[in-house]
């Protein structure tokens, strides 16, 4: 397996990050697929042209989608019904594109253009209140949805792909600054922990032991 081949491949997907496939997002899966550990018919909203362009690639089979993974369905959007949201922000945080915006307790909406219907906000909602909508019917329904041409997949693919690897670096800075947060939070407490007091030499091993874990972890960090 090659990054160039991995590349390749990834191109080939369209980018909904819905892991239907069995993998953590799209990447995932072509590197698995890179690797002959994945079949090329795991991808329902890539559909039987999906497969076809991944067999004309590799030189493989273009094998019937894997039922397994469920229906290919028509172009779609999370809808919130904006009367029923308690502002969780569940959603929010299941989104893998950063497709919902609203904030802790007020209502939250969908950034139509940008949702990849995915499905994902949809188990996490405690109050059942999102709905995966045909992109036809959301047009019916006079939702402002940008008109695409079905043969232009790829600019939706790549700007979708955009999102996903944003999101993805926000979470890790994210994650980053938290974890130096909390240690220089334990560094302080450490140096101010009394040294003469049985209690607190008993702190300071765990303190000691949960500051050597967090420099293991961002030692091992990609």
Not at 111 to 134: N, Q, R, S, W, Y
Not at 155 to 181: G, Q
Not at 182 to 196: F, G, M, N, Q, V
């Amino acid at each position: 397996m090659t990054a160039a081949l991995v590349d390749t491949i990834d191109a080939l997907l369209p980018q909904t990050q819905c892991t239907r496939c069995g993998y953590d997002g799209c990447r995932p899966y072509a590197a698995a697929i890179a690797d002959q550990h994945a079949a090329i018919n795991r991808c329902p909203p890539g559909g039987s042209v999906g497969v076809q362009r991944l067999a004309a690639l590799l030189g493989r089979p273009a094998l019937p989608l894997d039922a397994e993974c469920g229906p290919t369905l028509p172009p779609s959007a999370a809808v919130i019904d904006e009367t029923t949201c308690i502002g969780c922000t569940l959603c929010i945080q299941a989104c893998p594109v950063d497709a919902i915006v609203g904030a802790g307790k007020v209502m939250h909406t969908v950034l139509l253009d940008v949702c990849t219907g995915c499905e994902l906000c949809v188990p996490p909602c405690p109050v059942d209140c999102i709905a995966i909508v045909p992109v036809s019917e959301l047009r019916a329904r006079r939702f402002e949805v940008i008109e695409r041409d079905p043969a232009d997949w790829r600019s939706a693919a790549n700007a979708a792909r955009t999102r996903f690897d944003s999101r993805s670096r926000r979470l890790e800075r994210e994650r980053a600054e938290r974890e130096a947060r909390l240690a220089r939070k334990a560094e302080h407490k450490l140096a101010h922990l009394p040294t003469d007091d049985p209690d607190g030499a008993r702190k300071r091993a765990v303190i000691e032991a949960a500051l050597a874990r967090a420099r293991a972890r961002r030692a091992t960090a990609p």
